[in-house]
C-alpha cells in the first residue's frame, strides 16, 4: 500500500450503529467523501489492511479491541492516516494516552456539526501535508546537489 495512493474515504469505527449512520451523514452533509462503517476495531483493521484511508475516527470505547488498541495498529500498519478519537468521556489519561499514541484529534460527545467540520479539516490538511512531503521526499531521492 502506498500513502500517495489512499482513497477519498473516511472511516468510523463504533459500536453503536446509530453514532455509525448520524456521524455519516453529518460528515457527508460537509465533505464528498464515501464513508466506510465499521462497528469493532478489528472490522476496522480487516478493511484497513485491504485499503489506503486516510482519515479514520473511532470510538475509545468499545468491546473486545478498544480504540486506543486500534488506533496504536493503524500506526504500525499505515502511516500518515489521520485517526480521530471520540468519546462520551472527558478523562485526562484518556486524552494524553490517545495523544501519545498517534491521535490527531479528539471529539468529545456530544460534539456540534462545527466541531466535526474543525477536525475533519484539520485532518485533511494535515493528510494532504503529509502526501506532498512524501511526494517531495521521493521527487528530491536521488538527486545531487553540486557543490
Keep these: 500500500m502506498s500513502i500517495i495512493n489512499f ?5 468510523i469505527v ?3 450503529p446509530d453514532i455509525l449512520e448520524l456521524l455519516s451523514m453529518k460528515i457527508q452533509m460537509i465533505f464528498p467523501v464515501d464513508v466506510i462503517k465499521e462497528t469493532s476495531a478489528s472490522e476496522a483493521l ?6 489506503d484511508i486516510p482519515i479514520v475516527i473511532t470510538d475509545i470505547n468499545m468491546p473486545e ?3 486506543v ?3 496504536k495498529r493503524i500506526n504500525t500498519l499505515l502511516k500518515g492516516t489521520q485517526v480521530i478519537v471520540m468519546t462520551a468521556g ?12 498517534g491521535a490527531t484529534d479528539f471529539l468529545v460527545k456530544p460534539f ?8 475533519l479539516t ?5 493528510f494532504e501535508r503529509w502526501k506532498q512531503f512524501l511526494q517531495n521526499r521521493k521527487v528530491g531521492e536521488g538527486l545531487v546537489v553540486d557543490e
Design 7 to 11: 482513497e477519498p474515504y473516511i472511516m
Design 14 to 16: 463504533d459500536d453503536d
Design 46 to 51: 480487516k478493511t484497513l489492511q485491504a485499503r
Design 65 to 67: 479491541l478498544n480504540g
Design 69 to 71: 488498541d486500534l488506533l
Design 90 to 101: 472527558t478523562s485526562t489519561i484518556n486524552c494524553i494516552s490517545c495523544f501519545r499514541h
Design 112 to 119: 456540534t456539526q462545527e466541531d466535526l467540520n474543525k477536525v
Design 122 to 126: 484539520n485532518a485533511m490538511e494535515r
